[in-house]
């Protein structure tokens, strides 16, 4: 069986497999899979075609991140130290270290949120969620964690579930991902729906996503023998990633949408799950069913994220400033990155026990500002890349190198749009 795997190339690419689809999955969080229902709820299939943009970015970003570790042996962050000075990385880490802490404070909202359903309190559910939380990461090896991580990213499959269950028209929804439905410039709606790109972009293709692919890259040991199997493993997750998305979205826009039910940023986080119910008008058990499975997929979602983001947050800092780092290290070995890591535990965990939080604003706008910041942190990982300093003879260049800068040009656009629509509406 061994000579099997061995001659078929199966045996190395399952030592690689991990960094692309955890880091991949790990973007459909608490803050995805609201965006995703809130853009399904509002604006049913009509933002399916943006899916095929970011599927293409997030593999050709997160491949120059598990490229960059892979080649380097380095983190983002030193990396970022390396080439353009102490100030450009104490930038860099700044504007992650804030995405991260509201994007924690979403997966936190998350667990809170998808608890709720089943009458938990969050006194009762945080708590015990940010020792889970902490113990996985300080008490297992790497090898133990990437295979909890790994086994969580199976649990998507719950949103396949429910959007069978669903019963959406999917010949509209496939035509809905070629054919862009963007509202004319001078619709009340138009400003609402760019807001909503953002935020779909920003929970896509993250800052903390670069950071965390790479510094799993260099902990996992990949070198550069494996980019072949690391290619694979990247571009898998980004299909899957995206493929979740468009689940979830075509879901909630063939229940809550078709019924004219839509959720507000503002909403009670137990609303969300909660809204599937109109499904009980088809079959009284699938209403049900799909809820309970709506919210068991958050609660699995939050609890990566909220392992993850905490995770990179401590890997970015450490690498950048010289820290020991990483989660083979004891707590004794690497003080200041499992500080760091308790630090934001312990920070969303206080926010969001806090009675009547805006759990699903909080959610959204993490996504919101990631979708900002990340333009920023994938100008700095493109410079490094096409760096033969740095990169040797796997230094981006030509075709990839246009489409990559094609990219971030896209993210800036898109972001000016937002701040532009925003001063419209605000003096407006």
Request: aromatic fraction near 14%; proline fraction near 4%; charge should be positive.
């Amino acid at each position: 069986m061994r000579k099997f795997f061995i001659k078929n190339k199966l045996l190395p690419f399952l030592a690689v497999i991990g960094p692309g689809i955890i880091a991949a999955n790990a973007d459909n969080d608490a803050g995805g899979i609201t965006t995703y229902s809130l853009a399904g709820a509002k604006f049913g299939y009509g933002l399916l075609w943006i899916l095929i943009f970011l599927t293409i970015s997030l593999a050709i970003t997160q491949e120059m991140g598990a490229r960059m570790g892979a080649v380097t042996g380095k983190g983002l962050g030193g990396l970022i130290r390396e080439k353009f000075g102490a100030k450009a990385s104490a930038f860099a880490i700044f504007i992650m270290l804030i995405a991260n802490l509201g994007t924690t404070v979403a997966e936190f909202a998350g667990i809170q949120a998808s608890l709720s359903i089943f009458n938990v309190p969050s006194y009762i559910s945080i708590p015990i969620a940010a020792f889970t939380v902490y113990y996985l990461i300080a008490k297992f090896d790497f090898k133990r964690v990437q295979k909890v991580f790994l086994f969580s990213s199976l649990f998507y499959i719950a949103y396949i579930v429910s959007g069978v269950f669903a019963k959406p028209d999917w010949g509209f929804a496939v035509k809905s991902l070629v054919v862009p439905a963007i509202p004319p410039l001078s619709s009340d709606i138009f400003n609402e729906y760019v807001i909503m790109t953002i935020a779909i972009i920003g929970t896509t293709i993250t800052p903390w996503g670069q950071f965390f692919i790479q510094s799993f890259t260099v902990d996992k040991r990949l070198d550069e023998k494996d980019l072949k199997y690391a290619r694979i493993d990247v571009f898998f997750g980004a299909f899957v990633t995206n493929f979740i998305a468009f689940i979830i979205i075509v879901t909630c826009a063939a229940t809550l949408w078709k019924s004219g039910i839509t959720i507000n940023p503002t909403d009670d986080a137990a609303t969300l799950a909660k809204a599937l119910e109109p499904l009980s008008a088809i079959n009284p058990i699938i209403g049900r069913l799909s809820s309970t499975i709506f919210a068991f997929g958050l609660l699995n979602a939050s609890l990566l994220g909220a392992a993850i983001l905490p995770l990179t947050s401590s890997y970015a800092a450490c690498e950048t400033f010289g820290w020991e780092s990483g989660i083979d290290k004891t707590t004794k070995e690497a003080p200041i990155f499992y500080g760091l890591f308790v630090f934001f535990i312990l920070v969303s965990s206080i926010i969001i026990i806090i009675p009547n939080m805006p759990y699903i604003a909080i959610m959204f706008w993490a996504q919101i500002i990631n979708g900002i910041l990340s333009p920023i942190i994938l100008i700095y990982a493109l410079k490094i890349t096409k760096d033969k300093s740095f990169m040797k003879e796997h230094a981006t260049s030509g075709a990839l190198n246009s489409i990559g800068t094609i990219i971030i040009a896209i993210l800036v656009m898109l972001t000016i749009a937002m701040v532009i629509t925003q001063i419209i509406q605000y003096f407006g």
